[in-house]
């Protein structure tokens, strides 16, 4: 029942933050932002652990997320994007 509740949880946050992301609040960029270095640097700390093992399955997985992590704050920190998120 706990592990619904935490995935419940992280749903509705989620949920919270794709409004902020759709209606072009600063608050949900900048959450974004935050939440993809942390997921960053979980990808991170995972793709060395599958290298020190040799897990093939799980260097490719982190791969993956590191390059999406990546893109959307690259995405997220263009010019055009700031000022489109800036202006409400």
Do not use: E, K
């Amino acid at each position: 029942m706990m592990l619904g509740v935490i995935i419940l949880a992280c749903a509705a946050l989620f949920a919270v933050l794709g409004f902020g992301l759709w209606n072009l609040r600063n608050w949900g960029r900048v959450t974004t932002i935050v939440l993809c270095v942390l997921g960053a640097v979980g990808a991170s700390i995972g793709f060395m652990w599958a290298l020190l093992h040799f897990r093939i399955f799980g260097v490719m997985v982190s791969s993956v997320r590191i390059s999406i992590d990546l893109f959307v704050l690259w995405y997220l920190s263009q010019v055009h994007v700031r000022r489109a998120f800036s202006d409400f």
